[in-house]
């Protein structure tokens, strides 16, 4: 019998979303024993110069208004509708801004059957009544299937211009009988050029790739004061040990060594402090003292910054549990954003309590 031909659906097609599509699509060419050929791109519809975003992306293979300058492979076709988009899949990657994820799961919820698999390559966390739930979690509940993440240090322009980079995947197969396996997983994801490490810590890369946006924020405002080098190392420092200290309390299962040893953790800091989005805007806002949803607006053209509702989250998150003095750099950034602390408060404090990690 013929192995499986698994079906892929890309659920986002932003700046990321487009550049995971071209991966996909490559990959998919790449091994046509394993995976159909063409894979199907849910784009938010918009016009875009008097057009329909998906009928320009289907007729000149490139993503203009998201990931301009990039040539989408031929396979990879966009779609307007998203039910069209994952009927039939076998593995669905979601890869949007994470405020709009409930709606989406919200359209699909009782429609996927339960053998499908997902990927989640969200940065950012689904914050609720009860606490903070990991997006791939937040999928899995909502829709009743297995879904694993990917996160690592993977600025989409980079990416796209197939410059080498490392990512990490947390995938555990969730059922002995499933045929979708971490290696079929790697094969859908790695390329010459975006190398993937598979790991089982769900958590751990599912929180550092949240959780680093908030850092990169606080660089972002060191740099538009322009404090140099030494401050914004001590900001990485701190902020990474905050993200592994916010996930071992309160996700106990996750793993500090993700943290130190993975893409998805110090090489994701350091990339996000020196070219994220989340980096610029903390610079521009500081630099302009504009309100930040203006300043994306007018910086990010349509793209989002996640650190700035992340930090919001993570902040009534704490807040709920009387844990704020115990994350002040997180707690900071919220300040500075929603409060109108003024930046330059940062090292004093910084200096009322050192993070303890086990
Ligand atoms: N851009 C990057 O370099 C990287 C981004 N990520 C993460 O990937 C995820 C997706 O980010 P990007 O693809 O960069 O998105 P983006 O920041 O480019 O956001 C724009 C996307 O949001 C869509 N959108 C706007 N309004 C919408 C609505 N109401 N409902 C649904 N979609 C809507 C747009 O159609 C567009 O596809 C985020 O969690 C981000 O943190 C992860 C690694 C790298
Ligand atoms: O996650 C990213 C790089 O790994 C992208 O970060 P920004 O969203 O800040 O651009």
Redesign the pocket.
């Known amino acids: 019998m013929a192995a499986p031909r698994y079906r892929v659906s890309v659920i986002?097609?932003?700046?990321?979303?487009?550049?995971?599509a071209k991966i996909v699509g490559e990959n998919t060419a790449g091994n046509p024993n394993e995976f159909d050929l063409n894979v199907r791109m849910w784009?938010?519809e918009?016009m875009v110069d008097g057009k329909k975003?998906t009928e320009t992306i289907n007729s000149k293979h490139e993503n203009v208004?998201?990931l301009p300058g990039i040539r989408l492979p031929d396979n990879v076709v966009a779609v307007p509708d998203l039910i069209d988009c994952v009927s039939g899949s076998d593995i669905l990657v979601f890869?949007?801004?994470?405020q709009?994820l409930p709606?989406?799961c919200s359209q699909l919820k009782g429609k996927i059957p339960a053998t499908v698999r997902a990927v989640s390559?969200?940065?950012?966390v689904e914050l609720s009544a009860d606490g903070i739930t990991l997006i791939a979690t937040y999928i899995t509940e909502q829709l009743g299937i297995y879904c694993g993440a990917l996160?690592?240090a993977?600025?989409?322009?980079e990416?796209a211009q197939e410059k080498f980079s490392e990512t990490t995947i947390a995938y555990k197969i969730p059922n002995p009988a499933d045929t979708i396996s971490q290696k079929t997983i790697k094969a859908l994801f790695h390329r010459p050029y975006f190398h993937v490490n598979v790991i089982n810590d769900l958590a751990g890369v599912s929180l550092a790739?949240a959780l680093k946006?908030i850092v990169a924020l606080a660089s972002g405002f060191v740099d538009g004061m322009d404090w140099g080098d030494n401050a914004k190392s001590a900001i990485i420092r701190r902020g990474l040990l905050e993200m592994t200290q916010f996930s071992r309390e309160f996700f106990p299962e996750s793993e500090s060594s993700t943290f130190t040893e993975e893409s998805c953790g110090i090489a994701d800091v350091i990339t996000s402090c020196a070219g994220?989005?989340n980096h610029k805007l903390g610079v521009a806002m500081i630099k302009t003292k504009k309100p930040v949803f203006e300043l994306e607006e007018l910086l990010?053209k349509?793209?989002?910054?996640?650190g700035v509702t992340t930090a919001q989250e993570v902040h009534a998150f704490l807040l709920k549990r009387g844990k704020t003095a115990d994350f002040p750099l997180f707690t900071a950034v919220n300040d500075i954003i929603f409060n109108g602390l003024d930046s330059s408060a940062l090292p004093r404090i910084l200096e009322q309590v050192e993070i303890q990690v086990d």
Request: charged letters at 15%.
């Open positions: 986002g097609s932003g700046n990321w979303g487009s550049a995971i784009v938010f918009e975003l208004k998201y890869n949007v801004p994470h709009f709606r989406i390559c969200i940065k950012g996160s690592g993977n600025l989409a322009p990416v790739g946006n994220g989005r990010l349509g793209q989002k910054a996640q």
